[in-house]
């Protein structure tokens, strides 16, 4: 199910209020930026069928009404992850599906300072190795299993690739890996498990 414009602006802006709360420190500050933001969530409220977007997120077919907090174009606390799928080409040459996204992560995501959280990295890297997992029509799998490495810091506020695919099938098993890069760099790899639960996956299992 696609957002709508309205939606989508209206989350943009709740993601700039959550910006100024950890960025401005004084409250004078603090509540110029709140109330310039109350007013564009106002003015969009007024009438909500002519909000227009000029970048709006893809919606994805694979994914029909995403409201988790680690993805959706309609929920704050979100980072704005837009995944996209393509085939491993030229270089590696290998063929294989892969599901990535190339995101800006701002302050409300810091851990240390100037990196992300580690765990933000985890929920980034899950959602797009679940997405991975659920490449060429796959029954639905749950995470079972997921392994981090923090091999560096990940950047705030410059582009980051998160990236996941499938390594191996094994019956009701799906073997994911993938990991983060900022400038080429890797700075964290994940590897895991998803599991088909038996109900779902008459098909895949007698695969197997
Ligand atoms: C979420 C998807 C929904 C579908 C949507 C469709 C479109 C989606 C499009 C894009 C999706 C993007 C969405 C990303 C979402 C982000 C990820 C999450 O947040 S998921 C939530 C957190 N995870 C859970 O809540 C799982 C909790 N766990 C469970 O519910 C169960 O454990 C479950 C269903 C995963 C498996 O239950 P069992 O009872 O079938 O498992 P047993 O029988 O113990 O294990 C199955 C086989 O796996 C082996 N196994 C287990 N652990 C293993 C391991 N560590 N290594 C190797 N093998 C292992 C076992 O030995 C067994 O093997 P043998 O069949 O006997 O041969």
């Known amino acids: 199910m696609s957002v709508s414009p309205f939606a989508e602006h209206t989350t943009r802006l ?14 004078a500050a603090l509540a110029s930026r709140v109330r310039e933001i109350a007013a564009d969530l106002s003015a969009a409220a007024e009438d909500p069928s002519v909000v227009e977007i000029r970048d709006p997120m893809r919606p994805r077919s694979r994914f029909r009404l995403d409201l988790t907090p680690a993805s959706s ?16 080409g030229a270089a590696e040459d290998d063929g294989t599906a892969e599901s ?19 765990g933000i990295v985890a929920l980034m890297l899950d959602q797009v190795l ?8 796959l029954p639905p799998a749950f995470t079972r299993e997921l392994t981090l490495t923090y091999d560096a810091g990940t950047p ?6 998160v990236s ?25 790899r994940a ?9 779902q996956s008459a098909p895949a299992s007698s695969r197997s």
């Open 100 to 118: 990535y996204a190339d995101v800006v992560l701002p302050l409300q995501y810091q851990g240390p300072p100037g990196r992300v959280h580690g």
């Open 73 to 88: 174009a309609r929920n704050p606390i979100a980072p704005p992850l837009e995944i996209r799928h393509r085939v491993r």
């Open 191 to 199: 590897r895991g498990l998803w599991i088909s639960p038996r109900e």
């Open 130 to 137: 679940g997405d991975a997992a659920h490449a060429s029509g």
């Open 14 to 27: 709740t993601r700039s209020l959550i910006n100024a709360l950890v960025s401005e420190h004084d409250d």
């Open 164 to 188: 996941g695919r499938i390594s191996r099938i094994e019956g009701r098993k799906r073997f994911m890996e993938g990991e983060i890069t900022a400038d080429g760099v890797v700075t964290a």
């Open 156 to 161: 705030l506020n410059s582009t980051v690739r």
